[in-house]
């Protein structure tokens, strides 16, 4: 079936320090990948998406690269910053047979960034 | 631009007792859908409208949950009766269209369950 593998959390940092979640995948024909971030107290939100491979996303300094070879989507960033602190949802999502569009999420990894 | 909304935030219950959950989604977006989140884990869809018309509930416990949107706009889920399981925060999101070109989904704030 169609799944979403993540990094265990939480994760804790210190400011400006490099960040990177794991994200692999498993689907049959060719998935669009997402993260989605999730701050306290307030509903998901696209941060970035890459619709085929080799493609890379990028957002307010976050990157994640479609590698097909690998199934993976890994979320960096070269310094992270305590507004950062969310929880961080890799996602794909596949046309149906009934022709929608569906997105199946990773279990989400919770970061938290020190000052 | 007004986001999602979602009524009630917070709901407790008991069990064998029944819930309903609101959702208003953002002016012209056709495709409206309810994901329920259990806490530690991402969100699963249970049901993906299309303007009135239903185009995926394969995951919906159809014994347990029902759902409907009503003139293409607003839409509410039923829980009768509750269960423990049902425990989690309920997601609605919509977007502009589902086909060929993905277009972002927008998610509101969300529901929180709890059943005892």
Redesign the interface.
Known sequence: GNS?TQMEGPVTLSEEAFLTINCTYTATGYP?LFWYVQYP??????LL?A?KADDKGSNKGFEATYRKETTSFHLEKGSVQVSDSAVY?C?L?L??Q??????V????TKLTVNP | EAGVAQSPRYKIIEKRQSVAFWCNPISGHATLYWYQQILGQGPKLLIQFQNNGVVDDSQLPKDRFSAERLKGVDSTLKIQPAKLEDSAVYLCASSLVDRALYYEQYFGPGTRLTVT
């Open positions: 979403v669009s107290g307030e509903g998901l939100q696209l998406k619709t949802f996602a999502s046309v149906t009934g022709g929608s569009e569906k997105l999420f990773g279990k989400g």
